[in-house]
DNA sequence: ATGCCGGGCGAAGCCCGA
C-alpha cells in the first residue's frame, strides 16, 4: 500500500497537478493539505473519476484537508482532540484498506506558528501537545498507523538549507522540536529517514527568489508510523516531480510503502 | 529592513504562507 502526503495550496488552483500526479505516481492514500476550500468546492468528481474515495474537512479560504483512498473510507474523525473551539480545519483522520491491510490514517495541517511574537507561535506549540496527547492515546490500540502531513517542522538542522538563516523562525525553535521531539519518542518513526539517515531531502521550496532552481529547500513534510505500521514499511521517498511543473505547490508529496507480511 | 511569489477574495489591494 503506497500512501503519500501532500500540501498542495489549493485544490482548485492545483487540480490539473494533482490529477497528473494521481494517474502518475498511483498513491493508494493521498493525504491532501491547504485545499482552501469548504468541502462543497472539492473537486470530488474529477477525483473519483480516478478511482479514489474522498474524505474532506474543507475550510474558507484558509487550511483544509483531505484523504483520498482506493478503499473505503471509515471512522472519520474531522477534528484534532483537545481544544473544542478550534475552528481551523487542520486534521483529519480515518481507518482505510482492505481485509489483508487496514490502516488508520490522518492528514496533518500542523500551524506554521510565524512570527514567533504573535499568538501564532503559542498556537502551534499548544497544538502540538494536543497532537502529542492524541498520539498517546492512538498507541494503546497497538495498531498500524500512518500520520502524513505538512508539519512545518524541521526536525534538524540538515532539513533546512540555510540553518542559521532559520534559527529563530517557528519551523525550528527550540520549542518547536522539543515538541517534535516528544512526538517521535512516544515510539513513532519518520518513513523518509528510515531510508534516508542524513540525506538531505527537502520537501518545499519557497516560490520566491529562485529557492527551487537554487535547492533553498525545507524538509517540512513527514510520515510518521507507528511501530505496528514501520514493521511493514518497505521504502519511502520524496517525488520531486510534481515541484518541476507548471503552476506548481511550493510543496512536493512524499510517500512510504508498507507490505503485509508475507507478500 | 523589506520584498521577492502565488493563492484567496473579489474586483484593488490586502492577508497569508514558510
Known amino acids: 500500500m503506497k500512501i503519500a502526503t501532500w500540501n498542495v495550496n489549493s485544490i482548485r488552483a492545483r487540480l490539473p497537478r494533482v490529477l497528473e500526479w494521481l494517474e502518475a505516481a498511483r498513491p493508494d492514500v493521498a493525504l491532501l493539505q491547504e485545499i482552501k476550500t469548504v468541502d462543497e468546492g472539492f473537486p470530488r468528481l474529477e477525483i473519483e473519476e480516478l478511482g479514489y474515495n474522498v474524505a474532506v474537512a474543507g475550510q ?10 482506493r478503499f473505503p473510507i471509515e471512522d472519520v474523525t474531522a477534528a484534532l482532540p483537545g481544544d473544542a473551539g478550534d475552528g481551523q480545519a487542520r486534521y483529519l483522520e480515518a481507518v482505510t484498506g ?33 497532537l502529542c496527547d492524541h498520539v498517546r492515546g492512538l498507541l494503546n490500540f497497538e495498531e498500524a498507523f500512518v500520520l502524513g502531513g505538512d508539519y512545518n517542522v524541521a526536525p534538524d538542522d540538515q532539513d533546512i538549507y540555510d ?8 519551523l525550528c525553535r527550540p520549542e518547536t522540536r522539543e515538541r517534535f521531539r516528544t512526538l517521535m519518542f512516544l515510539g513513532l518513526t519518520d518513513a523518509y529517514r528510515a531510508f534516508h539517515p542524513g540525506e538531505i531531502g527537502y520537501t518545499y521550496w519557497d516560490y520566491q527568489g529562485g529557492a527551487w532552481q537554487k535547492d533553498f529547500g525545507l524538509r517540512i513534510d513527514h510520515l510518521l508510523l507507528s511501530p505496528q505500521a514501520a514493521d511493514l514499511l518497505t521504502a519511502s521517498e520524496i517525488d520531486r516531480e510534481p515541484r518541476k511543473k507548471e503552476k506548481p505547490s511550493d510543496h512536493t508529496p512524499i510517500w512510504c510503502e508498507l507490505k503485509k507480511r508475507g507478500s
Open 60 to 69: 474558507k479560504t484558509y487550511n483544509g484537508v483531505a484523504i483520498l483512498s
Open 98 to 130: 482492505s481485509d489483508g491491510l487496514l490502516i488508520r490514517v490522518a492528514s496533518i495541517y500542523l500551524p506554521n506558528g510565524n512570527p514567533v511574537d504573535s499568538e501564532k507561535f503559542p498556537y502551534k506549540l499548544r497544538w502540538m501537545e494536543r
Open 163 to 170: 540553518p542559521e538563516r532559520f534559527a529563530d523562525d517557528a
